[in-house]
């Protein structure tokens, strides 16, 4: 089945303890994403990855790092959480970044709970 | 830099009776537009897009969007809500290799 995969699904931390969200794809997709979704303010892009070893910030990219070392994951770090963080996050992927007009496949979410 | 806006936070709607979901958009060039849906804990799920050619498209489960680019909109329509379509939906613009979403609005269909 073609999917997209995040682990893990729920998390609570606490501020400063270094934590990875997971993300993989399935489908051979070239472009990847994360987004956090807050209420009221829809989902805002936090990086992107065009390809292997090609990422790039979106509109909400600090405290996050990310990375993309195999086509089929994109894993989201966050190394100092802070409560500001508190989020649901969703990453998605999409066919070659070529077209700009592809649609993005979505995972399930992981919601994050900063303390 | 490109922007979104769903001017209505929730839209109630009677099953049965034909629903309109509002969006308009500002973007700099041609505006590549979408609609996703999201059921309650679960992922957004493509809707429809708009690339070019006739303002009216058709999608998935029966909606339909209308481009007006006088109006800068792209609102989701569909003519006989069901009470299964009660989600919350998201307007978005693709620009360069960004997606920017609007912050959704959320459709309640009663019986």
């Known amino acids: 089945e073609a999917q997209v995969t995040q682990n893990p699904r729920y998390l609570i931390t606490v501020t400063g303890k270094k934590l990875t969200v997971t993300c993989s794809q399935n489908m051979n997709h070239e472009y990847m994403s994360w987004y956090r979704q807050d209420p009221g303010l829809g989902l805002r892009q936090i990086y992107y990855s065009m390809n292997v070893e090609v990422t790039d910030k979106g509109d909400v990219p600090e405290g996050y790092k990310v990375s993309r070392k195999e086509k089929r994951n994109f894993p989201l770090i966050l190394e100092s959480p802070s409560p500001n963080q508190t989020s649901l996050y969703f990453c998605?992927?999409?066919?070659?970044?070529?077209?700009?007009?592809?649609?993005?496949?979505f995972g399930p979410g992981t919601r994050l709970t900063v303390l | 830099a490109q922007s979104v806006a769903q001017p209505e936070d929730q839209v109630n709607v009677a099953e049965g009776n034909p629903l309109t979901v509002k969006c308009t958009y500002s973007?700099?060039?041609?505006?590549?537009l979408f609609w996703y849906v999201q059921y309650p804990n679960r992922g957004l799920q493509f809707l429809l897009k708009?690339?070019?050619?006739?303002?009216l498209v058709k999608g998935s489960y029966g909606f339909e969007a209308e481009f007006n680019k006088s109006q800068t909109s792209f609102h989701l329509k569909k003519p006989s809500a069901l009470v299964s379509d009660s989600a919350l939906y998201f307007c978005?613009?693709?620009?360069?290799?960004?997606?920017?979403f609007g912050g959704g609005t959320r459709l309640m269909v009663k019986p």
């Open positions: 978005a613009v693709n620009y360069g290799n960004m997606l920017t």
């Open positions: 973007v700099s060039g041609n505006p590549y």
């Open positions: 708009y690339i070019t050619g006739d303002n």
């Open positions: 998605a992927s999409s066919w070659t970044s070529v077209s700009p007009y592809n649609e993005q496949f």
